[in-house]
């Protein structure tokens, strides 16, 4: 058997590793048009940071794993066609600013129908709107020269979290199989079913219709991303009353009908999928007459862009209401720790409110790189993931308030505050009476993911917000 990818993007290139580390048999080609991230693949530094990601691509490269850019041999050759294409939100015409755009995706079906000579398992990988897989197979059918051939096509929709990945690939909660309901649907559903079971429990791989795949994907993104917009609507009203919202947490969490995990109050949500799936959810209920249901799951997206400006506007009030050439350290620019993605970090939206209010930035993460800060810090919303956003204009206004630095430390000299971004497990051991020692007085630390003990920090010296924290006495006399 032999299975190529579309796509080496984060999706693809740790999914296919995986499939080629778990089963040496199965040749694996993960494919793109760009040259240079394949030559990353190819090369001792991943384009990805993952943990555990290295060790199995070193594992599995060049015995049955490959990368290459030969896209029309590897997929003409291929058994099973995997599409992990990017689908970024429209930034223009109808359905902007929600609606998925399916450019690529469209490309990638036309490449498959033009290298076919036989008939292929088609995969959708990528995070697609529901009823993607008819359009796909419209396609197909209409560009593909021999009409013998079959394409059947299959929803497996990743459900991996940046950071722990490669386990989630290892020992996945749930593999999830949409086919047709039809003789050749099913035995393609089975033989995609087969590769998972190498190394997947059979009870953990379930099948489902085609419809029910591609929302399954949508809606677990959904639920999750409700789930922290509500702890931290419910952050705001601790804030308000002293109430302290890591108990409120806790108290619910332990309530096995609600359970703990993605109950951390923070300063928002981030990543490729969260705001982009429920936009996409939220254009499709609009496009069904469903604006009542449209409504609800955009009040998720809408409290997320509140909890940041609520964030920036503590740091306003407590900091005399300016910052104004005030040198201020943000700590992390990744939207979470174990990983060098930035997208739709809130990071972005906390440093462009900064900076209009003339604050000079600087930036310390162990694993975002200077030019990425800077170019996400120049693009306009939705950009992130369109070529055209690779350069843009912005960039030399940007350089003259943001800098980053080589560390904590660095970032701190001098400033009048630290604002934690990301809760890297580095930053809960920092020494802070050094960082207090090299601050302007009176030196605050705005902590966006409450991973530092406020009280140790004020006996220290320091000025501490923490999100749905009872308020520090200096906040509340010079806030209200």
């Known amino acids: 058997m032999k299975i190529a990818c579309i796509g080496a993007g984060y999706v693809g290139g740790p999914t296919m590793a995986m499939i080629a580390y778990k089963c040496p048999d199965i040749e694996v080609v993960v494919l793109d048009i760009a040259q240079a991230r394949i030559d990353q693949w190819n090369s001792n530094k991943l384009p990805i940071y ?18 290459s850019i030969d ?47 036989s008939s292929k398992i088609i995969v959708e990988k990528s995070t697609v709107p529901v009823k993607t897989a008819e359009a796909v197979e419209k396609v197909l059918a209409r560009n593909c020269v021999d009409k013998s051939i079959r394409f059947d096509i299959l929803s497996n929709p990743e459900f991996l979290a940046e950071g722990t990945a490669i386990d989630d690939l290892k020992k996945p909660d749930r593999v999830l199989i949409g086919g047709r309901e039809t003789e050749s649907g099913l035995k393609a559903v089975a033989t995609l079913k087969a590769v998972y079971e190498r190394w997947v429990p059979s009870e953990r791989v379930i099948t489902a219709n085609l419809w029910s795949a591609e929302l399954s994907k949508l809606t677990a993104n959904a639920f999750l991303a409700q789930r922290i917009s509500s702890i931290n609507a419910i952050s705001a009203l601790c804030e308000a009353t002293g109430a302290n919202v890591k108990q409120v ?13 993605f109950l951390n109050a923070s300063v928002g949500f981030g990543g490729s999928c969260f705001q982009k799936d429920i936009l996409n959810l939220v254009y499709i209920c609009e496009s069904v007459g469903l604006k009542e249901v449209a409504d609800y799951w955009r009040s998720v997206v809408t409290i997320n862009d509140y909890q940041k400006d609520r964030f920036v506007n503590r740091m306003l009030e407590a900091m005399f209401n300016t910052v104004s050439g005030k040198r201020c350290a943000i700590f992390g620019f990744a939207f ?5 993605d930035t997208r739709e970090t809130p990071a972005i939206d906390v440093c462009h409110k900064l900076m209009a209010d003339k604050a000079k930035i600087a930036c310390y993460d162990p694993q975002v790189t200077e030019d990425q800060m800077i170019r996400d810090l120049s693009l306009d919303p939705y950009m992130w993931d369109h070529p055209a956003g690779q350069v843009t204009p912005k960039m030399t206004m940007v350089k003259q308030q943001f800098t980053t630095c080589k560390t904590a430390y660095e970032a701190a000299a001098g400033a009048h505050c630290i604002a934690i971004m990301t809760e890297w497990d580095e930053f809960k051991t920092l020494d802070y009476q050094k960082l207090y020692d090299g601050m302007v007085k009176p030196a605050y630390i705005f902590d966006g993911r409450n991973i530092v003990d406020p009280v140790k920090l004020r006996e220290i010296g320091f000025v501490v917000y923490g999100i749905g924290q009872p308020l520090d006495p200096f906040v509340t006399e010079s806030a209200f």
């Not at 399916?102 to 000579?117: D, G, P, V």
Request: charged share 25%; aromatic share 8%; glycine share 10%.
């Open 50 to 67: 993952e943990p555990g990601l290295d060790e199995i691509v070193f594992e599995a490269r060049g015995r049955n794993l490959f990368f």
């Open 71 to 117: 896209v029309e041999k590897h997929v003409g050759e291929a058994d099973i066609i995997f599409i992990s294409v990017n689908t970024p939100t429209k930034v223009r015409g109808v359905g902007a600013g929600a609606a998925a755009d399916l450019t690529y995706w469209e490309s990638a079906a036309r490449t498959i129908a033009k290298a076919c000579t």
């Open 249 to 261: 947490s806790y108290a619910i969490g332990t309530d096995s009908r609600i359970g703990p995990k």
């Open 336 to 340: 979470k720790k174990d990983t060098g």
